[in-house]
């Protein structure tokens, strides 16, 4: 095991030797010789913080395509310096990324290099694949009818939502599964005609609830399973169940007295030491079907990775964000799907044997490209014979060993995203002050998008009209201007649910809140002592259990 400080935290951090081990494992030849991988420089927070501040996913910007001119929504601001197209225009034919080829120049810096084709070679608006009518989403696929929703499969009506699967009209939820008629949840499966409801599944009707399973008709309970007509876990007649009910349910101000009850309630319950559901030897949170997985989150399906965010049936995986669907052996990848053998990555798909390579689909044994599709022994969108690419790529990583970048993830400067549009404010919040003051980028507030307002939003839906759909808003919280869509109107009549004085970005940051950070603590069951690698901090007030003990007081 190897200890070191991180030059830009001040953490200290350990080097594990598994680490090492799998450093040795992906070492690459070129031209019969091998490139050790160095050990990383950075702690794993700041190696994450790197890699998630070039995704952007809850920020969508009106732009305009570099080829047709047309109108088009994208997750790049229009003062990205790098040609934006729409995504048909992306895989048509009508352009080749390889006219964007050149020679290395070994004078110069690789990061220097690849950052200027970076700026040219054009880039998709948004990543979606077969969508229809969703348009403001990314990250998405076979998605229909959905709008401000990102990360998601297979959903339709979807509204102002991140990270579903198969869900039908969900609103203003993340981390959402199998699932219909959702407003306010997190974290639910096979839940039905929910709302604020959190770390749950199989629940129906269910009101301001947490950690229930196979509940129904339950309003503010916890730590409940197979129960009915349930008031603050007490249980009631069906009659009284609905009188205690109606006199929260029809107004803002009512429901907003529930969900501050809910607040105290939760906190006061018991809660399992980290989520994780049928796995062997894995820590982390929100880990499911997964076999030796360490600081893990939000992955399914999975075997022995370390230190990655989202990932879906993943193999072999170090220091790699937002990973889906078969991966295999890669280290310090954000953003693929069914790839194997990529390394220092972006945004890239169905390829194997990449290194350094950005938004590239379908090839193999490519370094340093761009927006290629189908092509092999490429470096900087420049083909070559398989023997040649082998004498260039081993002359380029040598220099980079010279340089310093070798073993180096893109720095942040080659990110699109100023800190406060990309994830890495999600996962590690930071001020503008402190962003700028560790050279981070930071977009201003548009003025204009913060203008006084007349228009209340009424407190009971029965009261809304259609016109409120023409109105400009005003955030109660932040002041920012905001719209109501006619599907969310309709949404909310048919749930007979007010409409939020809130805008969506202040509803999804308070969502945000509720799920614990992605940090690792070593804790004690509080009843009956023993060790446990837990994402709650000794310090904290909830009361932790042992997977034991919690299956016994919640069953």
């Known amino acids: ?48 913080r790197r890699r998630v501040l070039h995704r952007n996913e809850q920020h969508l910007y009106r732009n305009k395509s570099a080829f047709s001119g047309k109108q088009l929504i ?33 004078s110069r810096d690789f990061f220097e290099q690849f950052g200027e084709m970076q700026r040219v070679v054009p880039r998709a608006a948004t990543v979606t694949f077969n969508n229809e009518n969703s348009e403001y989403t990314t990250g998405t696929g076979y998605c229909k009818n959905c709008y401000m929703i990102n990360s998601s499969e297979n959903c339709e009506d979807c509204l102002y939502s991140k990270l579903l699967q198969k869900c039908r009209d969900t609103v203003d939820s993340s981390y959402c599964y199998d699932s219909e008629l959702l407003y306010e949840c997190f974290n639910v499966r096979n839940c039905y005609d929910c709302k604020w409801v959190y770390h749950s599944q199989q629940a129906t009707e269910c009101w301001f609830c947490d950690d229930v399973r196979g509940c129904s008709n339950c309003f503010l309970c916890t730590n409940l399973v197979n129960q009915s007509y349930c008031f603050l876990n007490e249980q009631l007649s069906k009659e009284d169940y609905h009188r205690k009910v109606e006199a929260f349910t029809h107004s803002y101000p009512k429901l907003m007295e529930a969900l501050e009850c809910f607040s105290q309630l939760r906190a006061g319950r018991w809660f399992k030491y980290a989520e994780i559901v049928n796995c062997e030897s894995c820590t982390g949170d929100f880990l499911r079907n997964s076999k030796n997985c360490e600081a893990c989150y939000d992955v399914v399906d999975s075997e022995d990775c370390l230190n990655l965010q989202v990932g879906v049936k993943c193999r072999d995986l170090i220091d790699c964000s937002n990973m889906y669907l078969d991966p295999e052996l890669s280290y310090q990848v954000l953003g693929t799907i069914g790839t194997n053998n990529v390394h220092f990555c972006l945004y890239v798909f169905n390829s194997s044997d990449l290194w350094y390579c950005e938004q590239c689909f379908g090839c193999r044994d490519c370094f340093g490209c761009i927006g290629l599709r189908n092509k092999q022994y490429c470096i900087f969108n420049r083909e ?35 800190y406060n549009k990309s994830l890495a404010q ?13 050279s981070y980028r930071w977009e201003d507030a548009k003025p204009q998008d913060y203008q006084k307002v007349e228009t209340i939003v009424p407190g009971v839906i029965e009261q809304t009209p259609d016109s409120i759909c023409r109105e400009t808003l005003a955030c109660v919280e932040s002041g920012k201007n905001y719209r109501i869509q006619a599907s969310e109107l309709a949404f909310h009549r048919r749930m007979n649910l007010p409409l939020s004085p809130y805008c969506p970005e202040v509803r999804y940051q308070r969502r945000v809140g509720i799920r614990r ?15 446990l690698k837990s994402v709650f901090p000794e310090e904290s007030e909830e009361k932790i259990l042992c997977e034991t003990h919690y299956l016994e007081k919640v069953s």
């Open 1 to 48: 095991m190897t200890v070191r400080t991180c030059p830009l935290s001040g953490e200290i951090f350990e080097i594990s030797k598994r680490e090492q081990e799998f450093l040795e494992r992906i070492a690459p030849e070129f031209d019969g010789k091998r490139f050790e991988i160095p050990l990383p420089t950075l702690s794993p927070d700041e190696r994450t």
């Open 517 to 531: 950070p992605r940090k690792i603590y070593d804790r004690v069951c509080d009843e009956c002592g023993t060790a």
């Open 74 to 106: 994208s997750v790049y601001s229009p003062d990205v310096a790098a040609p934006i197209v729409s995504r048909s225009e992306w895989f048509s034919d009508v352009w080749d990324a390889q006219q964007f080829g050149r020679d290395f120049d070994f």
């Open 426 to 438: 999600e996962y590690f919040p930071l001020s503008k002050e402190q962003a700028e003051g560790r």
């Open 384 to 418: 070559y014979s398989r023997d040649d690419y082998e004498r260039e790529v081993a002359k380029i990583v040598e220099h980079m060993q010279q340089t310093g970048e070798w073993g180096q993830f893109f720095p942040v400067e080659l990110s699109p995203f100023s």
